[in-house]
């Protein structure tokens, strides 16, 4: 296990709905990362934070939203969810400007 | 911008076999990270290996070995003795090594190959 650990597992929401998931970090990890993948699919990059602050972000568009905790804990937040965000979403930690990054296990999210 | 390329949708060995799982990357930066995850159905993925783009050797963990060659841009990872619990989804994926720069964390992944193993 790698000690990132994502919640919740499963989730299913209805479109137009706002939903939140959560990610904690392995010990000592000051950077996560979030990742969309949907099913069959590579993961794609969202953003990622570093010191409460996004460092960096992908193709997504600014109803996808996120948090870091001075604990370096993470959450990211959709607003008016789509169908097509229905996705596995990965998070994952990392030390900052260093060579490994560990993921959770994800959380399924399913718009209907 | 990054591209990674895997062009094997799908993979069948025999239990105890090697495989070779093909990966070709395209970047513009000078120094780069290059990764192999293993994703099983549970969804996770799990850390394989790491090449980095300075490093002469072919780096090695365990049963598994990146074929690292440069000039082609290709990282083939290496599964020796293939046992049944390899079965999953292998993502190839790289990063950006701008020091300081907001594309160093982000992971470009390419489509995935699914190995199966055959008793």
């Known amino acids: 296990e790698t000690g990132v650990t994502q919640s919740p597992t499963h989730l299913i929401k209805t479109r137009g709905q706002q939903v939140t998931l959560r990610c904690s970090s392995q010990s000592g990890h000051n950077t996560v990362s979030w990742y969309q993948q949907a099913l069959g699919q590579g993961p794609q990059f969202i953003f990622q934070y570093y010191r409460e602050e996004e460092n960096g972000r992908g193709n997504f568009p600014p109803r996808f939203s996120g948090l870091q905790f001075p604990n370096y804990s993470s959450e990211l937040n959709v607003n008016a969810l789509e169908l097509d965000d229905s996705a596995l979403y990965l998070c994952?930690?990392?030390?900052?400007?260093?060579?490994?990054?560990?993921f959770g296990q994800g959380t399924r999210l399913t718009v209907v | 911008a990054q591209k990674i390329t895997q062009t094997q949708p799908g993979m069948f060995v025999q239990e105890k076999e090697a495989v070779t799982l093909d990966c070709t990357y395209d970047?513009?930066?000078?120094?780069?990270?290059l990764f192999w995850y293993k994703q099983p159905s549970s969804g996770e993925m799990i850390f394989l290996i790491y090449?980095?783009?300075?490093?002469?050797q072919n780096a090695t963990e365990g049963r598994y070995s990146l074929n690292f060659q440069k000039a082609r841009k290709s990282a083939n990872l290496v599964i020796s003795a293939s046992q049944l619990g390899d079965s999953a989804m292998y993502f190839c994926a790289m990063r950006g090594a701008h020091a300081g720069g907001t594309s160093y964390g982000k992971l470009t992944f390419g489509q995935g190959t699914i190995l199966t193993v055959h008793p």
């Open positions: 970047t513009s930066d000078q120094s780069y990270g």
């Open positions: 090449q980095g783009s300075y490093d002469e």
């Open positions: 994952a930690s990392s030390l900052y400007q260093t060579t490994e990054a560990f």
